[in-house]
T-cell receptor, first 116, second 115 residues
Framework: KAGVTQTPRYLIKTRGQQVTLSCSPI?????VSWYQQTPGQGLQFLFE???????NKGNFPGRFSGRQFSNSRSEMNVSTLELGDSALYLC???????????????FGPGTRLTVT | AQSVTQLDSHVSVSEGTPVLLRCNYS??????LFWYVQHPNKGLQLLLK??????LVKGINGFEAEFKKSETSFHLTKPSAHMSDAAEYFC?????????????FGTGTLLAVQP
């Protein structure tokens, strides 16, 4: 099976702009989670989508949003970018807790966002 | 609340010597625990998982971890380090919220392997 793919791999944006990141999960996985990784804060949970519904959300401002499509692909959007949004954004997919035991998450390579 | 503490931010070993990366967890219920590895400029790869079956868990690339409830620990070990093991390692506990789960990450341990 193909792994989790994320596009683009690298992005450079200016403060105040908005950005959209894309994630394609492993075939058959219905849950997609997003994480932000920074040197200062480490890995932090952003949100999780399952069957097009956001089921869980971390402690991030409303500028961070996401959605999931019927084919389980997911996008996350960050509006009004700030310098502190510079990070590696990781997407992870899984079958979801509903499936029983197979809830380990598989990560994509990430999108490196730099805000200048 | 669920949390994990990785006791060492940096560990350096010589190639061929044992590796020990320490992790303590805090959980209000029987936890699921994972170790992930991240090589430079790469995503996270699942090394192994504990889900209340055997307390000694074997993973990929010769790594294993032992769940010790009395010590609330889940240390990662490998008998003999290889140069390719140099990476950052994350201990992770799951946080259940209704029908969803999220991963709570430790701060990471950077493993250096000297030739």
């Amino acid at each position: 099976k193909a792994g989790v793919t994320q596009t683009p791999r690298y992005l450079i944006k200016t403060r105040g702009q908005q950005v959209t990141l894309s994630c394609s999960p492993i075939s058959g996985h219905r849950s997609v989670s997003w994480y932000q990784q920074t040197p200062g804060q480490g890995l932090q949970f952003l949100f999780e989508y399952f069957s097009e519904t956001q089921r869980n959300k971390g402690n991030f401002p409303g500028r961070f949003s996401g959605r999931q499509f019927s084919n389980s692909r997911s996008e996350m959007n960050v509006s009004t970018l700030e310098l502190g949004d510079s990070a590696l954004y990781l997407c992870a997919s899984s079958y979801g807790l509903d499936s029983g035991s197979s809830y380990e998450q598989y990560f994509g390579p990430g999108t490196r966002l730099t805000v200048t | 609340a669920q949390s994990v503490t990785q006791l060492d931010s940096h560990v350096s070993v010589s190639e061929g010597t044992p590796v020990l990366l320490r992790c303590n967890y805090s959980s209000s219920y029987s936890p699921s625990l994972f170790w992930y590895v991240q090589h430079p400029n790469k995503g996270l790869q699942l090394l192994l998982k504990y889900t209340s079956a055997a307390t000694l868990v074997k993973g990929i690339n010769g790594f294993e971890a032992e769940f010790k409830k009395s010590e609330t620990s889940f240390h990662l070990t490998k008998p003999s380090a290889h140069m390719s093991d140099a990476a950052e390692y994350f201990c992770v506990v799951t946080d259940y919220g209704g029908a969803t789960i999220k991963l709570i990450f430790g701060t990471g341990t950077l493993l250096a392997v000297q030739p």
